[in-house]
């Protein structure tokens, strides 16, 4: 089951673009990388998701590079209220045909005024 | 909206004493799971349901269980909770994965907001 490596933590102001890295090594061929934010006393909430190349949507831009061994989730013009702890995540598939991940450490951003 | 709903939000129990979590959702989803997290840490899968089929983590105590007996309500039951058990108890749900590269992916999870446990 491919682990991840994510920096433990991160500090970064308002209105600036935050980048932060995770480390899968170990990923394979059918598995997708996601990214969760986790607010304090709440459940996970997803970000985006992608297997290769570039991903953007509403909140946030995915990089992928071509042998997937790391992946960049790119938040631009963070607010306070991005403050949380941002999950990497790669899954695996079980014998059930279902789609399960392991998750990491986590990185904790914190977003300064 | 639909979501996913856990009951209650705060739990305590006493040492030893059988603890009920409960979790419905209203995504037909086919896939639920109960994660355990402890402060400060990620969170760890104890066991998921694809359908009425039960996959259980390798390294999940006996001491946790889990009941799914329709699509919408899954428990996570704890037969003699210890100290150690304290912890944020989340649910999510997904569709079954679905192989497919370059497309949106149908796994997905979305977690519900909790239930913290406390255990004296």
């Known amino acids: 089951l491919a682990k991840t490596t994510q920096p433990i933590s991160m500090d970064s102001y308002e209105g600036q673009e935050v980048n932060i890295t995770c480390s899968h090594n170990?990923?394979?061929?059918?598995?997708?990388i996601t990214w969760y934010q986790q607010f304090p006393s709440q459940g996970p909430r997803f970000i985006i998701q992608g297997y290769k190349t570039k991903v953007t949507n509403e909140v946030a831009s995915l990089f992928i590079p071509a042998d997937r061994k790391s992946s960049t989730l790119s938040l631009p013009r963070v607010s306070l209220s991005d403050t949380a702890v941002y999950y990497c995540?790669?899954?695996?598939?079980?014998?059930?045909?279902?789609?399960?991940?392991?998750f990491g450490t986590g990185t904790r951003l914190k977003v300064l005024a | 909206d639909a979501m996913v709903i856990q009951n209650p939000r705060y739990q305590v129990t006493q040492f030893g004493k059988p603890v009920t979590l409960s979790c419905s959702q209203t995504?037909?989803?086919?896939?639920m799971y109960w994660y355990q997290q402890k402060s400060s840490q990620a969170p760890k899968l104890l066991f998921h349901y694809y359908d009425k089929d039960f996959n259980n983590e390798a390294d999940t105590p006996d001491n946790f269980q889990s009941r799914r007996p329709n699509t919408s309500f899954c428990f996570l039951d704890i037969r003699s909770p210890g100290l150690g058990d304290a912890a944020m108890y989340l649910c999510?749900?997904?569709?079954?994965?679905?192989?497919?590269?370059?497309?949106?992916?149908?796994?997905?999870?979305?977690f519900g907001p909790g239930t913290r446990l406390t255990v004296l």
């Open positions: 995540l790669v899954g695996d598939i079980c014998a059930s045909g279902t789609y399960k991940y392991i």
């Open positions: 999510a749900t997904s569709r079954p994965w679905t192989s497919g590269r370059d497309t949106a992916s149908t796994d997905t999870q979305y």
């Open positions: 995504l037909n989803h086919n896939v």
């Open positions: 170990n990923i394979a061929t059918n598995d997708y």
